[in-house]
């Protein structure tokens, strides 16, 4: 199963996807925990040590990779280059999670980032057409690291939403997004749910069968995010509310 | 003043734009309010009607105009392209306000983009240096439409942060990049405080000097986050909060 995970930022995205990644790896699966979002943090999220995280090297910058794969560089771009062997000797292991960050394509100064977006792509055409582990891509609210080539691969994508017309909004154009693409699935998880309006406001927006859960405001889960390294208690106070969304996923829920 | 306003998605960046751009336009100042963040919705945020905002053609689409300002593309890719007299032309004006919508770079498929963000990024650097005006851009976690050139020319970068380890954790990284650009001032607004830890935890991590200003949790901007065509009300329970804000930095209480 190949899931992505979009949203507005802010929503909870990559708490979700920390969640559902050690909720995988606690039964059993091994997964790739794919980190493609800049403005997020999914590596001490899913509890890799802060130490240990920030070694781990995105894979945008490992420019003398990207050199040889794409043969030296020079005027034409190889848009295929190969990096499958890439991943597994990248990859974090945490329990039978292999976490991968992608990094941010540097966009400063006057140089031409085609080659290492392309890539970047590359990559996640390897994770979601190679690899035999679930993968879970934690994406910001742009899907760009998704072709058209490569989104059929992709069994599921998660947008996640909260009460909010902006957060609703973002979530209606990745939709677009993701049909143009022809991705096959798109669901939404509701979070921090807090009341009967803001579960309302959702269904208003949302048919029965494009909603894959809510999430009820968690306070617990609020005050952890104050606290450095609280990634296991957030997780054990999520996981009961995410039981029955895991299931769902499980049972193919996000293809019916 | 140039204003750059960055942070984590879902603090309140864009509300927090908006609430300042209003405050500036009431007291007469003339301003340039630029959304160069792809996931925020700056236009309809700051009042201008869905139907109208939705017309709003992004500059990164203006492709004949980038064709033009580039001598057509080839080869070589020029990276000064003339564009003040764009700006006047694209704005939609609104009160003292000219709003401008910078739109997403497209990355997908396998062409090569760096003219647009060669141009995207002559445009920031025109409404800084070329514009008697006030400017306000609303940016994205990144601050990768700033360039070592057009930094300097940013008065102050504010990075709105609430009380959260990650969003701490992405202030921090901008921080550390804007320091690298060379911006002059770097300070913080700390949003939605709902608690006295949770001012101690951003009293923890910044210096009285860099806090600009504390908002605190407001049950009535979130609420009406979940109505749509409610900036209204957004702005009137905001202004309030953010009066003390709106002096410090007419004081240049950036710069101090």
Chains 1, 2 share one sequence.
């Not at 790896?25 to 493609?36: G, K, L, Q, R």
């Not at 005027?75 to 190969?82: D, E, G, N, R």
């Not at 035999?132 to 996640?160: K, Q």
Request: net charge negative.
């Amino acid at each position: 199963m190949k899931i992505a995970i979009s949203g507005k930022g802010g929503v909870g995205k990559t708490t979700i996807t920390a969640t559902l990644s050690k909720m995988f790896s606690e039964n059993d699966y091994n997964i790739f925990a794919v980190d493609a979002d800049p403005d997020a943090n999914l590596a001490t999220t899913l509890g890799i040590p802060e130490e240990e995280a920030e070694k781990i090297k995105p894979l945008a910058e490992l420019e003398d990779v990207i050199e040889e794969k794409n043969d030296g560089g020079g005027a034409f771009i190889s848009l295929t280059p190969k990096v499958d062997d890439t991943l597994d000797d990248y990859a974090y292991n945490l329990d039978n999670i292999k976490f991968l960050r992608m990094g941010e394509i540097k966009q400063g100064g006057a140089g031409c980032y085609c080659k290492e977006n392309s890539f970047l792509r590359s990559i996640v055409e390897s994770l979601l057409t190679d690899k035999e582990e679930i993968v879970i891509l934690d994406m910001g609210a742009g899907i760009e690291h998704l072709s058209r080539g490569t989104s059929r691969a992709v069994d599921i994508l998660i947008i996640v939403i909260e009460a909010s017309q902006v957060s609703i909004e973002t979530a209606q154009t990745v939709k677009k997004m993701a049909v143009e693409l022809g991705i096959p699935a798109v669901k939404v998880i509701a979070n921090k749910v807090f009341d009967e309006d803001a579960e309302e406001l959702i269904k208003d927006n949302f048919s029965d069968e494009e909603i894959l859960g809510f999430i009820p405001f968690n306070k617990e889960v609020m005050m952890s995010a104050m606290t450095k390294g609280s990634n296991e208690q957030t997780y054990q106070a999520l996981k009961a509310d995410m039981e029955v969304i895991y299931n769902n996923l499980l049972r193919g829920g996000g293809s019916k």
